[in-house]
């Protein structure tokens, strides 16, 4: 059974902090449902489906009590890194399909910012193999960076447009974190952490949260907001394969084709994409993999500009990303609200695109690297 039109996203709410020393995550939690039920103009009473990324145990139950939800009938928490909240928009529209609820509520919180822990065990079956030899996340995207270069001649200076565009974007959002437009050269002579990573090629570390309320159709049509509606959703996981993997393709290699066969579109269509960006290379590798380009030809489609909302081939992540605006530890519901806005009209009018009517939202969790999740989402205006 198909999601399209099944659901519509009828609240959304970014927290405005990325830095948030003086509140725990789960009162990040609170504001951010707040925030959006006041968007939607719904109550806490309404929501009978709860989907919930960010924080340490049984979360999405303990967060149900503290957040007074009584009323559910439907409880999600998969977990899958940053792309988690990309799927559980999924899993919502597939449950208000089915009937298993008509309101559901999405939040994620985090605060690796404020909190700076040290890493908790790890207790998944890849940790005593791969851990113990010192590997780190930069360094995994920076073999896939390498491997990219490699193969396809992928240069530093078109990874480095992508920062530049999103630097761009995000002078004009007063919540991101880092305003100040960036040259290739900022870039290029920032310290290099991974080669051929540099610092200006990694995403920020913030504070932060957002929240989504997806509903049916028919509280939809009551909503006094803008309605988004949920076109198609597709999702993949990606891993070593024993050994044999490919470091130059990610799992939007599938998830894309699913979520544009469901909506039935092609990338052709697409208005503005928010792409998840933890480094510059995540971005040039979904690119390819999402069908906006030849395979390999992702640094020439980003270079000069090709990102930028003005003038460029695609807008994309006109809120400034992960690489400038706001990544706490996992992005995936930072790309939704800005997929939102977009759709709405609501982004900043210097980087609003004309007419959006298609909007590609994508997330990625895990890394390039070693094994990933992989979630792609078609959201709509309400004819499309």
């Known amino acids: 059974m198909s999601i399209k039109g099944k659901a519509f996203i009828v609240g959304a709410y970014e927290h405005p902090d990325r830095v948030i020393p003086d509140r725990s995550t789960a009162q990040v939690h609170a504001e951010i449902t707040s925030g959006a039920l006041a968007d939607a103009g719904l109550k806490l009473d309404d929501i009978d489906g709860f989907f919930c990324t960010g924080g340490v145990g049984m979360v999405p ?87 990219h270069m490699y193969e396809y001649g992928t240069t530093s200076e078109q990874l480095a447009w992508v920062k530049v565009a999103f630097s761009e974007h995000a002078q004009y959002n007063p919540h991101a974190l880092l305003r100040k437009p960036v040259t290739v050269e900022d870039v290029l002579n920032s310290p290099m952490l991974s080669d051929p990573l540099h610092r200006l090629d990694s995403c920020v570390v913030t504070d932060g949260g957002g929240a989504v309320i997806v509903a049916s159709p028919e509280v939809a049509r009551q909503s006094p907001r803008p309605r988004v509606k949920i076109m198609g959703q597709g999702e993949a996981p990606k891993h070593t394969n024993n050994g044999h ?76 990303g992960g690489l400038c605006n706001n990544h706490p530890g996992m992005g995936g519901m930072m790309k939704i609200l800005e997929g939102v806005r977009q759709v709405r009209g609501e982004a900043q009018p210097e980087v609003q695109v004309p007419d959006c009517n298609l909007v590609l939202v994508h997330g990625t969790g895990g890394s390039l690297g070693t094994r990933m999740a992989s979630a792609t989402l078609i959201l709509g205006t309400e004819d499309a």
């Open 61 to 147: 139950v303990a967060m149900a009590e503290y957040l007074g939800l009584n009323k559910l009938a439907y409880l999600d928490g998969t977990m899958v890194g940053g792309s988690s909240p990309v799927y559980q928009i999924g899993h919502a529209a597939a449950a208000i399909a089915t009937g298993k609820c008509t309101v559901a509520l999405v939040t994620l919180a985090n605060r690796p910012r404020s909190e700076q822990q040290a890493r908790s065990v790890n207790t998944s079956p890849e940790s005593s193999f791969e851990l113990v030899y010192g590997s780190s996340t930069l360094g995994m995207y920076a073999l896939a960076a390498q491997r």
């Open 245 to 320: 993997i490919d470091l130059t393709y990610t799992g939007a290699r599938w998830s894309g084709p699913r979520a544009f066969a469901e909506a039935g579109v092609t990338p052709g269509d697409i208005d503005y994409a928010s792409i998840y960006d933890s480094f510059t290379i995540t971005v040039v590798e979904t690119l390819e993999d999402l069908g906006f380009c030849e395979k390999g030809k992702g640094g020439q489609f980003v270079q000069d500009g090709g990102l930028r909302a003005r003038g460029g081939k695609l807008p994309v992540n006109t809120d400034g």
